[in-house]
C-alpha cells in the first residue's frame, strides 16, 4: 500500500508539472485617427476687372481645419508661374480676358482643398475697330487700330482705313502720335493719344475702358475745336 501511494503522488506531480499556462495576448495597437483636409470657407477678390500689368487686386481667404493643423495658404495665377503666399495677397496680374485666380489651402500632412475665381483683365495691346460719332460717316468697314501696352501703360499704334470712311479714302494709313504716346492707367482712363491720319484727320483721343476688357468709349477733340464721341471694340 506504501508503494502505491508514493507513486500516485509521483504521478501527479508529473501530471501537473507538464501542463501549459495559454499565452498571454499581445496588446492591441489603436489605429492612428485619419487626416482630414482643410475646408475653405470664404474667398474674395476685388476689383472684378483691371488692366494688365497695373491694376493690383486684392485677395484674401480663409479656411478651417478639423484637426486644429496649421495651415498654409498659397495663390496662384493663371497664364503665368507667378504664385504668392499668405491668407491676403495683393498681385498685378497680366493677361487679354478672363484670367484664373486658385486658392490652395494645405494643413502639411497631405490634406488641401482648393478654390478657383477668375477676374477680366483688358490690355489695349490689339486690333481695334474705330467707330467716330457712332459711325454716323457711314463706313462700310470701320478703320482698325493696332495698339501696344507696354510696361508702365504707354500705348503706341497705327491705324489702317479697310474702306473709305468720314472724308477718309481707302487705304490710308495712320498713327499715334510717336513724339506724344498715349497712356492707359490702373484705372482703364485712355489719355494722350493723338491719332493723324496723313492730311484728313489729326484728334487726341481720350476714354475709358469698360469691366469687359474690350471696349474703350470717350471723346475725340480735333485741332478745330470740334468734338464727337468715340468707340474702341477689340476684334
Known sequence: MRNLGVALL?????????????????????????NRSPTITSVTVTPASGVSGLTSFSMSGTATDADNDPLTYQWSFGGTTATAIGPTVAATLTGDGDVAIRLTVT??????????????????????SLLFNNNACGAVVAPVMTLTQFTGGVVTGTMESPANWCNVRAGTPGKLDPAAPASIDSQGNFTGARLKVEGFLDVFLTGKMDGTGRTVTGTSRATNGQINPFTLRKL
Do not use: F, H, Q
Open 107 to 128: 494643413d502639411g500632412k497631405g490634406g488641401t482643398a482648393t478654390d478657383l475665381r477668375s477676374v477680366v483683365i483688358g490690355t489695349m495691346t490689339g486690333r481695334w
Open 10 to 34: 509521483i504521478s501527479s506531480t508529473i501530471a501537473c508539472g507538464g501542463s501549459n499556462p495559454p499565452s498571454p495576448s499581445a496588446p492591441s495597437t489603436p489605429t492612428p485617427p485619419s
